[in-house]
């Protein structure tokens, strides 16, 4: 087994709980649920970009050699960082194919609104250890009821998750800048006479019925909507 671990991507054998054949020697210091609990700790407080080998390691009090007897590099260490990190997917009461996929996608932008480091993790191929399927397998069953074939089912559950992210990254985005908030007011009353001057009718109707500062979660609801009304439409075109 220890052979066919090494042909599959990193993480992946021991996302399934598959563990090489320990060598003889001292009893390892350290688990690997360990190493992977420090990484998130560590994404958790300051960002994705501290997730290494070297700090854990420093932190654990080892040298960083010393990690690759837990993992096979720090690719294997994102991997299994990320699929704890997400856990399984709730499980999510709804009436309706409709109203579960809207709990789907609420559910992953509170995932990413506690962890906005996920976002940073990069993306290598479709979803294959526990943790990710689970979220897949969760918005498939409740694609089920639509009476869509496969391939459609599984471009709806695309479809929706890169709306997710691109929400869940707009809103980190949005957060990180301290002064919009504070400047929205200022900057509409600096623009409005500019636009009224220029050839901006529509923005200037837009800034004037203060339309152009609606809150994210307005956004949210509408982007989804629309999304769902799609897919309603191919529901009745078959």
Same mark, same amino acid.
């Given at each position: 087994?220890?052979?066919?671990?090494?042909?599959?991507?990193?993480?992946?054998?021991?996302?399934?709980?598959?563990?090489?054949?320990?060598?003889?020697?001292?009893?390892?210091? &350290?688990? /690997? $649920?360990?190493? /992977?609990?420090?990484?998130?700790? &560590?994404?958790?407080?300051?960002?994705?970009?501290?997730?290494s080998l070297q700090k854990i390691a420093a932190h654990l009090g080892v040298s960083t050699n010393a990690m690759y007897r837990?993992?096979?590099?720090?690719? $294997?260490?994102?991997?299994?960082?990320?699929?704890?990190?997400?856990?399984?997917?709730?499980?999510?009461?709804?009436?309706?194919?409709?109203?579960?996929?809207?709990?789907?996608?609420?559910?992953?932008? $509170?995932?990413?609104? $506690?962890?906005?480091?996920?976002?940073?993790?990069?993306?290598?191929?479709?979803?294959?250890?526990?943790?990710?399927?689970?979220?897949?397998?969760?918005?498939?069953?409740?694609?089920d009821d639509t009476g869509l074939n496969q391939h459609d089912n599984l471009g709806c559950v695309l479809l929706l998750d890169?709306?997710?992210?691109s929400y869940a990254n707009l809103a980190r985005q949005l957060e990180a800048s301290d002064s919009a908030p504070v400047q929205?007011?200022?900057?509409?009353?600096?623009?409005?006479?500019?636009?009224?001057?220029?050839?901006?009718?529509?923005?200037?109707?837009?800034?004037?019925?203060?339309?152009?500062?609606?809150?994210?979660?307005?956004?949210?609801? &509408?982007?989804?909507?629309?999304?769902?009304?799609?897919?309603?439409?191919?529901?009745?075109?078959?």
């Amino acid at each position: 087994m220890g052979q066919d671990r090494e042909q599959l991507p990193p993480g992946l054998a021991l996302a399934w709980g598959v563990h090489p054949v320990q060598r003889r020697g001292p009893k390892a210091a &350290f688990t /690997v $649920e360990q190493i /992977v609990a420090t990484g998130i700790a &560590f994404g958790d407080s300051q960002g994705f970009e501290a997730i290494s080998l070297q700090k854990i390691a420093a932190h654990l009090g080892v040298s960083t050699n010393a990690m690759y007897r837990y993992v096979r590099s720090k690719d $294997e260490l994102i991997v299994l960082v990320a699929e704890t990190a997400w856990g399984r997917a709730p499980e999510l009461a709804a009436d309706g194919w409709r109203e579960g996929a809207q709990a789907w996608v609420y559910a992953q932008v $509170e995932r990413y609104a $506690e962890r906005p480091w996920l976002l940073d993790v990069p993306i290598r191929g479709a979803p294959a250890t526990p943790n990710l399927l689970s979220w897949v397998e969760v918005l498939l069953q409740i694609l089920d009821d639509t009476g869509l074939n496969q391939h459609d089912n599984l471009g709806c559950v695309l479809l929706l998750d890169g709306y997710v992210r691109s929400y869940a990254n707009l809103a980190r985005q949005l957060e990180a800048s301290d002064s919009a908030p504070v400047q929205s007011a200022e900057v509409g009353a600096f623009l409005v006479p500019r636009l009224a001057a220029g050839d901006y009718p529509m923005l200037t109707a837009l800034y004037t019925n203060q339309e152009y500062e609606d809150g994210l979660d307005d956004d949210l609801e &509408f982007g989804l909507t629309r999304i769902l009304d799609g897919i309603q439409t191919l529901i009745d075109s078959r």
